[in-house]
């Protein structure tokens, strides 16, 4: 994907709350969407970012994580890529199962598939892609940070 | 983003500013845990000026409910916006906590 807005962020979850924010302040909408902008997206961007540096990247520094944005054709997408080995997103366990609800990790995916209209991962599994659909379009303002 | 920690009638009383993330949910579990620690048992985190809570918030939302539970004492939750109740719908932690309208009613009868 050529990303419209293209981030290379160090494995640092400080960086996230930051990064998000930048990517949130270049996507701008109209109201009737602006909740599922607010919440669904931001809040999936921000489990992306969370399973690239916690788990994908194993929070080594030496790490990057690449995040690409664009809107094409009512559809606002990010790629988030680690540069670790990858993983299997169907052996994550359903957290809202009776066994799983008390524990405290595992609904990163799971809110990513809720609040997102598609989440899809490259076979190695280092890359998911996060897809909203924005019925009545919307603008995303460009450029590019290393 | 930060963390106010007041005492309100024996009651611990933790506002959440800005967001409650992986950033800084070790910053609010520590906090949580030196007041544990110091013998209080009856907490309320109050999220009236929280704006979104990602899945590692909850988690640690969870873990403190669990140690205070543990050590024979509750954490109630309140002032969740339409956003926040939608997350703990979907991850079914609306069932897990007792969560109030209010700081003011979380705090009533504790």
Redesign the interface.
């Known amino acids: 994907m050529d990303g419209d807005l293209v981030l290379e962020l160090p494995t640092d979850?400080?960086s996230?709350?930051r990064a998000v924010e930048f990517v949130m302040t270049r996507c701008r909408t109209c109201s009737e969407q602006a909740?599922r902008l607010?919440?669904n997206f931001?809040?999936g961007l921000?489990?992306a970012l969370?399973n690239a540096m916690?788990y994908g990247n194993s929070r080594d520094p030496s790490k990057r994580v690449l995040v690409e944005v664009a809107l094409q054709a009512g559809r606002l997408e990010a790629r988030v890529t680690d540069q670790g080995i990858g993983f299997d997103p169907s052996s994550v366990p359903d957290?809202?199962s009776p066994e799983n609800?008390?524990?405290?990790?595992?609904?990163?995916l799971?809110?990513m598939r809720?609040?997102l209209d598609e989440v899809s991962f490259n076979d190695q599994g280092n890359q998911v892609t996060l897809v909203l659909r924005l019925e009545s379009g919307g603008i995303l303002e460009g450029g590019v940070q290393a | 983003m930060g963390f106010e920690v007041s005492q309100t009638g024996g009651v611990t009383l933790v506002e959440v500013e800005g967001q409650l993330i992986v950033g800084n949910r070790q910053e609010l579990k520590q906090q949580v845990l030196e007041q544990l620690e110091g013998g209080d048992r009856k907490f309320v985190i109050d999220f009236a000026k929280t704006g979104y809570i990602d899945s590692s918030g909850l988690g640690v939302l969870v873990s403190l409910s669990k140690k205070i539970r543990e050590q024979g004492g509750e954490l109630r939750l309140s002032s969740l916006n339409e956003d926040l109740h939608t997350l703990f719908e979907l991850t079914k932690l609306d069932t897990l906590f007792r969560i109030a309208d209010s700081k003011e009613q979380a705090l009533e009868g504790f």
């Open positions: 979850i400080r996230i709350e909740r607010d919440l931001r809040v921000t489990e969370s916690l957290p809202t609800l008390t524990k405290p990790c595992g609904r990163g799971f809110l809720q609040l």
